[in-house]
């Protein structure tokens, strides 16, 4: 394994067993599917919040959905647009491409 690959596998800790290391790497790669899914909803509606784009996206859980926006809004692809209130009166962040 080259230092370089050490930079491109999951975080897991030197203690965890293969079962988790291959896991982990499961995961990641669904991660990046996701997140190739979130991006085209944004380019398809131009803003959303998290509840309009777990409603975009039904067949994935919602938990995991909201935190794939979360890592992409921490990566500077998406950005805060305003705020707006949800069905049950709740006020929710929208979000949009951050070159959008």
């Keep these: 394994m080259s230092q370089l690959d050490l930079f491109n596998e999951p975080k897991v800790r030197?203690?965890?067993?293969?079962?988790?290391?291959?896991?982990?790497?499961?995961?990641s790669q669904?991660?990046?599917a996701l997140e190739n899914l979130i991006l085209?909803?944004?380019?398809?509606?131009?803003?959303?919040?998290?509840?309009?784009?777990c409603e975009r996206l039904p067949e994935r859980h919602a938990p995991t959905v909201k935190t794939c926006r979360s890592r992409l809004?921490?990566?500077?692809?998406?950005?805060?647009?305003?705020q707006r209130r949800n069905s049950r009166g709740r006020l929710q962040t929208i979000w949009r491409l951050a070159n959008g």
């Design 73 to 82: 809004s921490n990566r500077g692809l998406l950005v805060a647009a305003g």
């Design 14 to 27: 030197h203690a965890d067993g293969a079962m988790s290391r291959d896991a982990a790497r499961a995961v």
């Design 30 to 32: 669904h991660a990046g």
């Design 40 to 53: 085209t909803e944004f380019c398809l509606q131009d803003c959303l919040t998290d509840d309009e784009l």
